[in-house]
């Protein structure tokens, strides 16, 4: 089945590691997003990519970094530099063409800082 | 600033009861404007996408329309398993094109009793 995979489901780490979180795309999708939840706030834009090999900053990307070298997959690193990584973090695909719009989403991860 | 508030924060409603849900946007550009569905745990799984004034849409006992400032999601004779949190994100205008995301809402938190 299409779709987006989202791994680790559940991951904890300890103050100042670094950590990557898997986001991989079967649906020929061009563009792709990493978005972060928190309790009692709307979903928040760290980062989108919409071709290979180039991405955008979102409204909230200090202390996390991507990258975009395949098609299908979009990692997301959240490094030490996050100051509350704590977080349900969901990863979405489009079409490029807006005429649809339509975000496909994984199934998250949460992230647990210990 | 691109703005999305929904209304009410939570709904507690009787099975059968109908009800509707409320999101006011500001954008410079409308793109389209969605509705997701998202359980506890879950990424968000896509409803509607609303494009122009005055346009509906209708999926079982869902109903979303759209005015110039916000959009209704129509509940009709709800049962136990529409519980759920409902997503409002606007995708706003781009002259170049291309896919940059949504901008979201806090979401309806909606449980429906037996």
């Known amino acids: 089945d299409g779709g987006i995979t989202q791994s680790p489901k559940y991951l904890f780490r300890k103050e100042g590691q670094n950590v990557t979180l898997s986001c991989e795309q079967n649906l020929n999708h061009d563009a792709m997003y990493w978005y972060r939840q928190d309790p009692g706030q709307g979903l928040r834009l760290i980062y989108y990519s919409q071709i290979v090999n180039d991405f955008q900053k979102g409204d909230i990307a200090e202390g996390y970094s991507v990258s975009r070298e395949k098609k299908e997959s979009f990692p997301l690193t959240v490094t030490s530099a996050q100051k509350n990584p704590t977080a349900f973090y969901l990863c979405?695909?489009?079409?490029?063409?807006?005429?649809?719009?339509?975000?496909?989403f994984g199934e998250g991860s949460r992230l647990t800082v210990l | 600033e691109d703005q999305v508030t929904q209304s009410p924060e939570a709904l507690r409603l009787q099975e059968g009861e109908s009800s509707s849900l409320n999101c006011s946007y500001t954008v410079s550009g409308l793109r389209g404007l969605f509705w997701y569905r998202q359980d506890p745990g879950k990424g968000p799984e896509f409803l509607f996408t609303l494009y122009s004034a005055g346009e509906e849409k209708e999926k079982e006992r869902l109903k979303a329309t759209l005015t110039k400032k916000e959009s209704f999601l129509h509940i009709t004779a709800p049962k136990p398993e529409d519980s759920a949190t409902y997503l409002c994100a606007v995708r706003r205008f781009l002259s170049g094109g291309g896919a940059d995301g949504l901008t979201f809402g806090k979401g309806t938190h909606l449980i429906i009793q037996p």
């Open positions: 979405a695909s489009s079409r490029r063409d807006l005429n649809t719009g339509e975000l496909f």
